[in-house]
């Protein structure tokens, strides 16, 4: 079995033309759909919500994200087979703009993981199955403007917990349980201390791989008792031309993973809407693999993963969050 995740697909500036012009072949080179289109699954995160006339924005810090109901069919075209949905702007518009998300997305005929109309059925777990092996995918976010409630509509909160007793369902049910995260600190390529220690408590709990995304660049990765944790896909699709161009914004990869016995993995690097309105794959890898053996050897020594991130810390207010939130704060 064959599996593919990428990260954040929010249609803004030039891309957002592209699509709702439907001019998808721009967006998504040919080897770039038979990569995507190579797995037997494969995900995205759909990271705007699809909205219509007469959607109000909700109240909150940082933008409201949107895009129109081309969105959908775009990454249909471009070769996914179900999107994550568990992310911080999901509720960006309201239950009216997530649920819309969701019909447009079921209406292309992908899968559809880490939302729903209350907690509990955002929490649930999607089951996949090829040639007699059972995929089972769990999403969560971390909490921001987006999380479901007992009552109310939206996504599925990281919760260690919660996602503990998910991981012990999925192992009853599934050869393979591959848990995905929309968390971490924007702009910053590294895990801090305790999203390493929750992801890693993830593999303790059974979890076979652990993905991360939502920094806006890309993150490096480790094998923790034989088996792989991302910390950061980067950006998939996301243009704020001509803000952001050729910075870690415009850098990401695709992870394909393939389950036959042990877990083997591929990172698949790309340069996205930089200088030029589209996906494309590099060619020569050399200086993203110089730049990912970096992260890899911090995220490896824990001394110098703290620091690190002690540093960024004191650049932040979240260091003063570290007071007030000894659990909850990244």
Partial sequence: MKVLIAGDFAPGARLARQIEARNFSEVFPENLRDTIKSADFSFVNFESPVVEKGYKPITKCGPNLHCTPEAAAAVKYAGFTGVTLANNHILDFGVDGLRKTVECCKSQGLDIVGVADNLKEAGKILYLEREGKV?????????????????????????????????????????????????????????????????????????DVVVNHHQHCYSGYELYNGKPIFYGLGNFCFDTFPVEVNSTWNYGYLLELTFEGEIRYKLVPYCQYSKNSNVELIQDQREFDIQMNKLNEIIANPEKLRKCTDDYYFTTSDYMLNVFQPYGNR
């Fill in 135 to 207: 995929l089972a995918v769990i999403n969560c976010c971390e909490h921001e403007f987006s999380i479901a409630t007992e009552t109310e509509a939206g996504a599925n909160p990281l919760n260690p917990v919660r996602q503990f007793y998910k991981i012990q369902e999925a192992k009853l049910k599934a050869d393979y349980v591959v848990v995905i995260v929309h968390g971490g600190h924007e702009h910053y390529q590294l895990p801090s201390p305790r999203m390493q220690e929750t992801y890693r408590f993830f593999v303790d709990a059974g979890a």
